[in-house]
């Protein structure tokens, strides 16, 4: 398959529509990634939508890949949340409008925008108080009974149709979702200028909060992983300071293990009063705990990661050292925007996340690449 206009190879540097498209015919193919079982992956050409009136069809240029789709690719559920196959995975994607229905007046053919990936009932009581993130009746792209966006040709809302700046590559619009779930935890944390932020795990998401924290002026961005390989990746990417994540001993009482390690910490990052913003990317008990024994007294915690559903965690220090604790989950309004003005501005750079792209029909070994570990964001060319 030929490379579409506007679609760049390789990752990180690259740029972006060269001549503006003139010929908007909707014709080829509309492959599709279907996952049809457990670790099983067909690629299917399908029709291409109809666009329906207040709609977009979208001709797919990128879809970053995450951690709920390799979950679906991998187990076929997300805790409780099963899918049924068929079913199409992707849910982080960009493209290039082809065509528009009766009613749009937001967007027209030619305009790159990013794909919103939530489609909230608009009826229900959250919706009506404009807490489309609380929607009871959501659908979500790639979330169960909604096929994602890993084909060629998509038709949305064109309210879910956000407009990109044209100095964006396709690489960099495939990481715009994660981006707007970052600047969601930003938000919940209240993360302020100046403030010392300690971000644990340096996975894709928590690389995201880091480079977040920088834009919005963090003092210090610390950030603790297991992995080597990931800190170095992170002191060059956004991290001021990085350590190695240390678990106390089976027999050891973690509580007082946590509130020397957060001491050592908190000296060597120079937070003589405590850390001001914890975010926790990992669900995993230990760095929870140290988490809470790093904060200041008020300081505030954010649960973003999907880990362990169930941890010992302590809740005594959260009481007495009034602690403001939140979950954040889904990305509410205007964090696209946002996401996308950090990007245009420069203030955020995402390509150096994007360590490998596949094509389309090669989606399960991006699934297998983003299961390894060992990239960080990996990215699909819808088109090829
Ligand atoms: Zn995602
Ligand atoms: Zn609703």
Redesign the pocket.
Known sequence: MTLSNGYSKGYGHTHIDAEPITDFTVDGTNLHCVLTGIEEVVVEDRPIPEVGDNEVLVKVMST?I????VSYYSKGRIGTSVIEQPHVLG??SSGIVYAVGTGVDTVQPGDRVAIEPSLPCRDCRFCKEGAFNYCKHEKYLAAPHTDGTLCQWYACPARNAVKIPSNLSWEEAGCI??LA?AIQVARRADLRPHSHVVVLGAGPLGLLCMAVARAYGARTITTLDRSQERLHFARAYAATHTFVARSPEPDADALEFHARFAEYLTDVIGAEDGIDVVIDTTGAEAPIQLGIALLRTGGNFVQAGLGAPLVSFPILQVATKEINLSGAFHYTARCFEDGIDLLERGLVDVRPLVTKTFGLTESEEAFKAVRSGHEIKVVIRNQD
Do not use: A, K, L
């Open positions: 970053g995450c951690g709920t789709d849910h982080e979702q994660p779930i």
